[in-house]
């Protein structure tokens, strides 16, 4: 991100407006839950039970949710190290997206887990289990949610150093004056954040890559893993889903959702905020997508083949159905990119993104919940209060990413975009693959 | 000369294969006949029990305060006369079960932890608080580090460990062989020791295959002529004779492999010596940097331009 402030904008607008409020109503009914959670028991909201020990917080907002945030992850990768950096612009807006996706996957755990009061014993190398991909998962996505905010200070920084700080005074003159400074001294603080923010900023500028292709190494890890996770459940994980290769398949997968996510988000918050929509770099994005997809299929099925196993993924049964619905959502979505046509329409574009993601979600979602049966007697399906924890979480995920785009520069600057644009008229000449280094 | 260094070569080879192999021999031994006999362990012979269910009773008498069990009540009984669990729970750390295949053929069944010779629950826990210990075999739990993931939960293939999910402050129960409480004070588990008809027999792992094979031969028309838990996930310590099919018993048809061996495998695989990681990150930050110093060289030629 070094030196290039001026491809972001703040986006000007009402932050209190109608989807606000709507927003706010689910976060405080999930909020709501929570509390009934911290004071009553996990079993008082949820229909988790000893044989489904992990529900959709786990499912959706750990295991999907992640990957859905990995938008910053998969740009990291194609701009600073595929060197494609005309796709610069997009990354502020991936970064947000992953610190809100990550932070509130840390905070679902923390509501999920049980005795949360002991979970510093992650800082305890006493307590370190080495053999778990748990604690793998839980140092990396601590370690990742800390890269992120660092990630996304320089857009902090910027809107410090050049805040007038109207808000706050206008804050203090509401106060009681005496519980507010003189005019003199709230001044000069205003001025030292200012110049701090103006000192720190170059500074940080110099090492940001140092953090960024660090907030590329731990998704790999912790992306990957998530996968390990269900290596353990043998017995209980149906062989439709249940390989060797799930550290693998996860990690492709995340990445192919990121940058359908990327391209979602773009178009949606083009159209919400009634912005130029970011065509050139969305089609060039949209190309890789089929690429990886197709790596992805191809592990996914040699395996089934190599298992024995194709028989019962077209057996049409309950976790058949699953597997194809998966199967041919990710397989439709990449097959229609493959047309260059396609690639350049924006309705297209949207609906494909949006199959790769519920195509790749719902894999996530058969790993961990529905291809999973630990025995005869078992059922679980969500309940209402549980469900709305988890809207509660995807609302405040989206409410502050409403709030933030119009606090800090976060979008593309469509000016200078326009110059990118037009500076490279034919949509980038992408080698086909672009699959992280070193696996 | 050169001769004399060729064989200090040979002599210097052959240390280091034969420290390769010492090294190797015992590593091998430990995964191979990794089983290991003199363990503690349990054998029900459900073909003697009578489903008293003593044994439950003695359970939760013992170790309640120390395991955070409390008894369950039955829909018809307000007044709390009979603990009346229906499964293993947050409540309960063993159970017996009738199961009736007709009116005049049926067997109980007893539940508890089967203290696995691998087990998952020790190698997926993230904070320790799942132990086997390496003498005794028992697989303990420690309330005071664990923090209520429920990943031993997903990874069990018994579905042993159960969580309090109704209580604000919940903990795992499960068995532990009794190993804070009766086992230390009597040296025996609480439900063996009040067994009326020696349904359940406690000793070290070897001695209970040694009765159980005993008792397969002696009495053949009896049993299903399997032991129960001598192989499965790689063998347990707690160990089944039935005359009904184990599977309707509730006790799962598995393989012979423990899951947690192919799981550890793959991630160590991934993981050994944090050399790949460390790789990674180098190769990247050295690429993005090359690619960053190569955008800012283009950066300024356009702004010169």
Redesign the interface.
Known sequence: MAGHHDEFIRLEGKIFTKSFFVLLTLVIVGFYYIGVRYVKGIGAVSNMSDGYPWGIWIAYDVATGTAIACGGYAMAILIYIRNHWKFHPLIRSALLTSLFGYCLAGFSVMVDLGRYWNSYGFFMPARWQINSAMFEVALCVMAYSTVLVIEFLPAVLWSLENSRGETLRKVSAWLHPRLVPDEAKLASGLEWVRESAAWLRPRLDKVLVFFIVLGITLPTMHQSSLGSLLLIAATKLNPLWHTGFLPLLFLINCIYIGYAIVIMESIISSTAFKREIEFQELAGLSRIIPWLTVIWLSVRVGDLVYRGQVANALRFDFYSCFFLLEFCLVAGGSMILFSRRMRRSPRWLFITATMIILGGGLYRFNVYLIGFNPGQGWHYFPSFAELMITAGVIALEILGYQVLVKVFPVLPNPHKHAANGHAQDEPVGLPPVAVPQGK | MKSQSRREFFKLLGLGGATLLASSVPAMGSEKGGVNNEALGMLYDATMCVGCKACMASCKRVNGDYGSLSYERAPFDPDGLWDAPQD??GSTRTLIKLHKETDSRWSYVKYSCMHCQKP?CV??????AMTKDKVTGVVDYN?????????C???C?F?I???????????IVKCDLCRNTNLREKGITACAEVCPVGAISFGKRKELLAIAHARLQDNPGRYIHHVYGEHELGGTNHLYLSALSFEKLGL?N??DNA??E???K???T??KGFV??V???S???F???K??K???K??HKEEGE
């Not at chain 2, 460990?161 to 903990?171: D, G, N, S, V």
């Open positions: 293993l729970s998952s190698s997926v826990c993230p904070v320790s309330k005071d580090t664990c923090i209520g993931c429920r990943y939960q997903v990874g293939s579905n460990p159960k969580f309090q999910w109704e209580k604000t402050l919940p903990q799962p598995l393989p899951p947690a192919f799981s550890e793959i991630q160590h991934i993981y790949a990681p790789a990674l990150y190769t990247l930050c690429i993005a940097l690619n960053q190569g955008q800012e283009n950066g």
